[in-house]
């Protein structure tokens, strides 16, 4: 997942001229595998559409070991969780309009953008008005803290625009840029924990819950991986057994109601 670093952009200035850097980033529990580039990209597709937050899932999902023979999957989960819960990377980006950028470059994926291109994230290709994207598993295996403990990360995107009622956006000074359409959008983030997390996930949440005596990269892993499972009630950190978590996901959902 990559995230747009800019010094912003000038209201009424073309965005088909703009330069932006791009940096890796993380997303939820998820490190960016991709080599970040340094040099300018510039865009030849730079279409706006509307869009607003719809909803937010969020599922923990359980093994319960109720004998020595029988462990029952179990999943809690709110279909209704606060969007304030979302990754920033999600929710800086999606503000409305949103960019729909194609890079000059051909070797080098789609974006969707906020505004004055400060936040984005990569996506696949726009085709008959749908746009379908996700990561191969495989590429997201990593350990958590300890070569004991291996998360499998997946993210899938799904995207429609309707350009049946194109609009205006209208900047602060007053200058305008044409809105295509309309954006639905949906982006779904898992990750399954592999081998034996019970130390691994019991050390983050102690950073979590008190962050005394942790380490940077050990309190924003802890904040990553749990942050927005506990804001949406799902995950207690105090008092759940987390030897019992086997995975976590959430799921996004953007339209133009």
Request: proline share 5%; with cysteine; charged share 15%.
């Amino acid at each position: 997942m990559r995230i747009f670093k800019s010094k912003g952009i000038g209201t009424g200035v073309t965005v088909l001229g703009f330069t932006a850097t791009l940096c890796s980033c993380h997303f939820g529990n998820y490190s960016d595998p991709y080599t970040p580039i340094s040099q300018p990209a510039t865009f030849s597709t730079t279409d706006l559409y509307q869009t607003h937050a719809a909803s937010l899932s969020a599922t923990v999902s359980r093994s319960v070991d109720i004998n020595d023979d029988t462990i029952i999957p179990t999943n809690t989960t709110n279909n209704n969780s606060p969007m304030i819960a979302m990754p920033a990377a999600i929710l800086d980006t999606f503000t409305s309009p949103v960019f729909y950028l194609v890079p000059t470059d051909k070797t080098k994926p789609p974006e969707f953008a906020n505004i004055d291109l400060s936040s984005g994230i990569q996506t696949g290709s726009l085709v008959n008005n749908a746009v379908s994207y996700s990561t191969n598993d495989d590429s997201y295996y990593r350990f958590l803290t300890s070569p004991n403990c291996g998360i499998q990360s997946k993210i899938t995107q799904s995207a429609t625009v309707d350009t049946s009622h194109p609009d205006t956006y209208t900047f602060s000074d007053g200058s305008t840029l044409p809105v295509k359409g309309s954006l639905t959008f949906t982006i779904t983030y898992s990750s399954n924990f592999i081998g034996d997390c019970s130390a691994d996930l019991s050390s983050l949440a102690t950073c979590y819950l008190n962050g005394a005596g942790c380490s940077s990269t050990m309190l924003k892993l802890a904040t990553e991986t749990f942050d927005l499972y506990v804001r949406a009630g799902v995950l207690n950190l105090a008092t759940d057994d987390l030897s019992q978590i086997k995975g976590l996901e959430f799921t996004a959902k953007y339209d133009n109601n």
